[in-house]
């Protein structure tokens, strides 16, 4: 067990550009999720993935934001056309999916700097 | 409306004193409860959690915290404050949601600071 891993830590892009950042989560897990998380705050709920389906968005994820897991492993987030309040930090978790205590185990997350 | 509330953003201890983070929840099914800290520019960590059974949980660090069922809380303690103890601490609740799948509701923080 490495933990749920997340590549890169850190990515300044200017305004309008795209990017995409990589999840790898808990290998037994099937539930993926993701979270944005601004200076000061709780973590914001994007989405999240059991295996390879998408069974819930946030209504804070804009249609510039996609996600996928298409092997029902390792997950993207891709934003494009990027704009300055992206600038946040953005958390993958995984858990196993269990109903008794799905506890989510957080990746290093990924700062996004939008300048 | 399920909800999360964390008294005090900013909480600051001397080194050695006890350290208390409040969490209060609404639900009105049994919610199960977590604390998780997060060191600065890192993820979160969990610290502890409940479920079922045992109200006193506890946790990595010398954490522990009492699921108050009466009081729906579930406040966070450390007997003797450590420097490394300073970190933000964020309480969560997982509920059901429509979907009938469990979903985090999250606490805005309490940032820790340990004084010498």
């Known amino acids: 067990d490495t933990g749920v891993s997340q590549n890169p830590r850190h990515k300044i892009t200017k305004r309008g550009q795209n990017v995409t950042f990589r999840c790898d989560p808990i290998?037994?897990?099937?539930?993926l999720y993701w979270y944005r998380q601004t200076l000061g705050q709780g973590p914001e709920f994007l989405t999240y993935f059991q295996n390879e389906a998408q069974l819930e968005k946030s209504r804070l994820l804009s249609d510039r934001f996609s996600a996928e897991r298409p092997k029902g492993s390792f997950s993207t987030l891709e934003i494009q056309r990027t704009e300055q309040g992206d600038s946040a930090m953005y958390l993958c978790?995984?858990?196993?999916?269990?109903?008794?205590?799905?506890?989510?185990?957080f990746g290093p997350g990924t700062r996004l700097t939008v300048l | 409306a399920q909800s999360v509330t964390q008294l005090g953003s900013h909480v600051s201890v001397s080194e050695g004193a006890l350290v208390l983070l409040r969490c209060n929840y609404s639900?009105?099914?049994?919610?199960?409860l977590f604390w998780y800290v997060q060191y600065p520019n890192q993820g979160l960590q969990l610290l502890l959690k409940?479920?079922?059974?045992a109200t006193l949980v506890k946790g990595i660090n010398g954490f522990e915290a009492e699921f108050k069922k009466s009081e729906t809380s579930f406040h966070l303690t450390k007997p003797s404050a450590h420097m490394s103890d300073a970190a933000e601490y964020f309480c969560?609740?997982?509920?059901?949601?429509?979907?009938?799948?469990?979903?985090?509701?999250w606490g805005l923080g309490t940032s820790l600071a340990v004084n010498p």
């Open positions: 978790a995984s858990s196993l999916g269990a109903v008794q205590s799905d506890t989510q185990y």
């Open positions: 290998s037994e897990h099937n539930r």
């Open positions: 639900s009105s099914v049994p919610p199960y």
């Open positions: 969560a609740v997982s509920l059901y949601n429509a979907g009938n799948n469990r979903k985090l509701i």
């Open positions: 409940y479920t079922t059974g």
